[in-house]
T-cell receptor, first 114, second 115 residues
């Protein structure tokens, strides 16, 4: 069974631009979560989607948004990029509802904002 | 609000020696606890989890973790460390209540196993 895939793997943008990252979960997984990983802040939760509905949201500004499609694939969008948005963005999927299910992570998208 | 603390930024051990990575947590209600490992330029890999039942949980690659409710701890252990265990380890907690569903991670502990 294929793992979680994320595209693109690397991205370079300039301040003020916007970016869209994509995540394809493991087949059959309906929950998709997004995280931002930086050396200074560690792993921070962005949001979680389940059956196309945002179920949980972290403490990020409204510039960060996401959505989930009917096939469980998910995208996250960051508008008006800032230098501080440079990070590794990780997507994770899990089988179903229920907080006891472990999440499976993709390799991440490395975003650099210049 | 839920939180996780990993008190050690780095753990250094010799190959063949026991390895322990410490984790304490805070959450309302029953905790769901997880350990993940991250190798350079890779995503996180799931190692093990505690949901309920036996306090000693066994996971992948010979790792195990002990849940201690009174000390709110979930320490990761390996009886005999390998050089290939050198990586970044994360402890995470999720609550059982609907407002605690997000997965909260600790800051991570870098493990270095020397030959």
């Amino acid at each position: 069974k294929a793992g979680v895939t994320q595209t693109p793997r690397y991205l370079i943008k300039t301040r003020g631009q916007q970016v869209t990252l994509s995540c394809s979960p493991i087949s059959g997984h309906r929950s998709v979560s997004w995280y931002q990983q930086t050396p200074g802040q560690g792993l921070q939760f962005l949001f979680e989607y389940f059956s196309e509905t945002q179920r949980n949201k972290g403490n990020f500004p409204g510039r960060f948004s996401g959505r989930q499609f009917s096939n469980s694939r998910s995208e996250m969008n960051v508008s008006t990029l800032e230098l501080g948005d440079s990070a590794l963005y990780l997507c994770a999927s899990s089988l179903a509802d229920g907080s006891y299910n472990e999440q499976f992570f993709g390799p991440g998208t490395r975003l650099t904002v210049l | 609000a839920q939180s996780v603390a990993q008190p050690e930024d780095q753990v250094n051990v010799a190959e063949g020696n026991p390895l322990t990575v410490k984790c304490t947590y805070s959450v309302s209600g029953n905790p769901y606890l997880f350990w993940y490992v991250q190798y350079p330029n890779r995503g996180l890999q799931f190692l093990l989890k505690y949901i309920t039942g036996d306090n000693l949980v066994k996971g992948s690659y010979g790792f195990e973790a002990e849940f201690n409710k009174s000390q709110t701890s979930f320490h990761l252990k390996k009886p005999s460390a390998l050089v290939s265990d050198s990586a970044l380890y994360f402890c995470a907690v999720r609550g059982s209540r609907s407002n605690d569903y997000k997965l909260s991670f600790g800051a991570g502990t870098t493990v270095t196993v020397r030959a």
